[in-house]
């Protein structure tokens, strides 16, 4: 057992609460409701996430006209306009790794739920990918927030963000806080801990 304030290691004495010998807080078998709020913080990302392909992130103007974009709409706009690379870009940081990071995670959570028997080393390999690929997922607020400062050229040219810019970095913020709340140690659990714990 390892304690979250302090990371000093502890063995198993058979009780699931115990003290931290170096700094006395309560140390646990594994996380208590772990697998609970994982699960909650990723149902929430996926509702939100619904919401942020179904919304306009933003609305870029060019002599009096245009019109809200949503981020598959962009991806169509830019690929229409010949920005291929960008539009590749925007494609992986605004679908494809929210969607991956999702169907990640709700895949660790059936595993451990379900007692799945599947290589735990892979699946502790797919969890570290989803902690690693969490910290890029803002890329494509960062490039709207640019965008939006940047071009301001009045009557000539104007881009300003939509709704779905906050919904998308909620579902960013979202399924960082759920690879967070995720003990990986349930991982490599051979039988299910108590639910209390988990």
Avoid: E
């Avoid at 913080?41 to 306009?56: D, G, H, I, M």
Wanted: net charge positive; with cysteine; hydrophobic share 50%.
């Amino acid at each position: 057992m390892v304690c979250h304030s302090c990371h000093k290691l502890h063995r198993d004495n058979g009780r699931d609460h115990q003290q931290c010998a170096r700094c006395g807080d309560a140390v646990h078998y594994r996380n208590q409701n772990s697998l609970a709020r994982t699960w909650a913080l990723c149902l929430s990302s996926t509702v939100f996430l619904v919401f942020a392909n179904v919304f306009p992130i933003m609305t870029v103007m060019y002599l009096g006209k245009g019109s809200p974009d949503t981020i598959i709409s962009g991806v169509i706009a830019l690929v229409h306009y010949n920005m291929i690379p960008i539009a590749i870009v925007v494609f992986i940081a605004s679908v494809a790794v929210p969607l991956l990071k999702l169907l990640g995670l709700y895949w660790l959570l059936l595993k451990v739920h379900f007692n799945w028997q599947m290589d735990q080393r892979q699946c502790a390999i797919m969890f570290r990918m989803v902690q690693f690929i969490g910290r890029w997922s803002m890329l494509d607020l960062f490039v709207i927030a640019i965008l939006v400062t940047l071009v301001d050229l009045g009557g000539i040219a104007t881009i300003t963000g939509g709704p779905a810019a906050t919904y998308f970095s909620t579902v960013v913020v979202l399924t960082m806080l759920a690879a967070h709340t995720f003990d990986q140690r349930l991982i490599w659990d051979l039988q299910k801990q108590p639910s209390a714990d988990r």
